[in-house]
């Protein structure tokens, strides 16, 4: 299987510029997981961009401002897209691709009040604000996932000072957390095991 291209900020930007010029209100999206990292600095190319919405008005009117710049909506059944649990996939005729999440990742991390009140506008085209994750979400939706492209970055991101309490206290105010904090101690002891990440959390 070919291995899909990555993309740097001065090819994604374009593509999120152009979906601003089509929406006919203001509209405000959630930057969780790779072009949140890029735009924090924390890695440069990313394979695409993951998009969490809060609430369903500004999902339908990005989907269809998404729609009259040229994007289709694709079917991708692999094990991974299954396990993330978008609620959509785009992609544009560059091969760039969209994640569309509707408030909750992986079918259980919720997009919390606290979690968009812990996010930073970091873009803003016309009627579009994108706000990029703090570094404690990012790190706390890639422990949920099983790519080992996530556990790198949990590795990246934890070089930097993550606060810890801060990713203990959301795992604790998450509805349901029980059911899926099994899967982050595993990632946790995972990057423990390859990348020597001591975390307070296991």
Known sequence: MTER????????????????????????????????????GYKGITFDVDIVFDNDENLKRFMAAT??????????????????????????QDGIRLDIFYKQVCNGLILSKDMMQRARA????????????SAEDIFLFKSITM?????????????????????EIE???????????PRVRERLMDLMDEYGVDSPLI
Do not use: C
């Open 171 to 181: 795992i604790r105010k998450q509805p349901n957390s029980e059911n899926w904090f």
């Open 147 to 167: 790519r080992d492209e996530d556990l790198v970055d949990m590795s990246r991101i934890a070089e930097t000072e993550l606060d810890w309490n801060t990713i």
């Open 5 to 40: 291209k990555k993309y740097g900020e001065d090819e994604l930007m374009p593509v999120l510029e152009d979906i601003s010029k089509h929406l006919e209100a203001e509209t405000t999206v959630y930057l969780i997981g790779g072009l949140a990292m890029v735009l924090r």
């Open 67 to 92: 729609e009259k710049a040229g994007m289709k909506t694709i079917s991708d059944k692999s094990a991974e897209y299954v396990q993330l649990g978008p609620q959509h996939i785009l992609e544009n």
């Open 122 to 133: 970091k873009l803003e085209f016309d009627n579009l604000t994108v706000h990029a994750m």
